[in-house]
């Protein structure tokens, strides 16, 4: 349970978020849509590093998170924060967002689903069984797969819809 | 007709168009207590202001009486104006 004092502190802490401006560089339409671009590539090419190893997988993490982590200030955590600390329009901006962040993701899994499916009819897999061999990197590769994408997409959507201070 | 019942789209429907800068600069208030005093981000006064966002009809109540006018001297339909 959460004490009065957490309760305290996180309030205060959303209260100098909602009036930070210190992010105000990243609000800039677009520099915040550069940002958000390159999270979302940062996003889907971090499966894609591990499979070239552990020190090029962490590193383009990392770059997703810097970007992410950048975002989440720029647009003051709208896409993440409770109800309770968000006005009308900003519930109406997130649930705008969250349609399309569904949509985005809805896409990418489905798009993924049919690559597979269309992958084992094209090596005729119908008849023998498919082995794949996964190391430690190629497990991190799938985690990431689907990890970096659901952590910031709802984020990312949000920017995408352009900055202002 | 069918295309003229129901909602419209969203890019046919009227502007909401206002006067809060106006009446607020006139009573000194800067968007910032008038956000305070509403209860909302001063980012939300600054959409409502520019026409780009609509707010609800509590908001629009609550903004009217810290302005200390009647709702429809502070918002009409674009339409209206014209």
Known sequence: MVSAKDTQKIEERIARLQNDTSFDWARKPAVQKSIAVATALAALATPV????????????????????????????????????YLDERELALRNA????????????????????????????VA?????????????????????GPITVIPTVTLALKGGRK | MLCDMGRKPKDQEERVINRIEELRLASGISRQE???????????????ERGEYSPSLVLALQIAKVLGTPVENIFSLEEEKN
């Open chain 1, 127 to 147: 008849d023998e069984k498919f082995a794949i061999e996964l190391g430690f990197d190629q497990i991190q590769a799938v985690v990431w797969l689907f990890l």
């Open chain 1, 97 to 124: 967002t969250y349609v399309k962040a569904y949509q985005t993701a809805a896409t990418l899994v489905a798009g993924l689903a049919v690559f597979m499916f269309i992958y084992a009819i094209s090596i005729d």
């Open chain 2, 34 to 48: 008038l956000a305070d005093a509403v209860g909302v981000h001063y980012q939300t006064v600054g959409y409502i």
């Open chain 1, 49 to 84: 590093g591990f499979l070239n190893g552990s020190i090029t997988g962490v590193a383009v993490a990392a770059v997703m998170f810097v970007g992410y982590f950048i975002l989440r200030a720029a647009t003051r955590e709208v896409a993440e924060l409770p109800n309770r």
